[in-house]
């Protein structure tokens, strides 16, 4: 996942500037839905795809695309999950 040219707009997990947009399924299987993250958020769910060992090249079966796809879909809701556990522990505080 090599980063995109840097768009306008905010990250969705800390609202930084300077976004890319990252393809949230892998780019080989859901080319279409991206999200603006921060080089710093990109880098971490990039380095989290590669330790789960995530293949995200492209593949002809649909099938395998859509577990691929899947698979790289959850670690992003995961890093959304973990973003809005902190903005909930800070609101207690």
């Known amino acids: 996942m090599s980063p ?10 800390c609202l930084g500037e300077g976004i890319q947009r ?3 399924g892998g780019q080989n299987h859901i080319a279409w839905f ?4 921060c080089e710093r958020h990109h880098a971490q ?5 590669a330790t789960a060992k995530i293949d995200l090249t492209y593949t002809d079966d ?5 577990i691929r796809a899947q698979e790289a879909s959850l ?5 959304l999950l973990q973003a809005q556990r902190k903005l909930n ?3 207690d505080q």
């Not at 995109?4 to 997990?13: F, K, N």
């Open 22 to 24: 990252h393809h949230v």
């Open 62 to 66: 649909p099938v395998e695309r859509c």
């Open 89 to 91: 522990y800070r609101k």
């Open 34 to 37: 991206k999200m603006p993250l």
């Open 75 to 79: 670690i992003f809701q995961w890093m």
């Open 45 to 49: 769910i990039t380095a989290l795809v």
């Open 4 to 13: 995109q040219a840097t768009s306008p707009g905010r990250c969705v997990i």
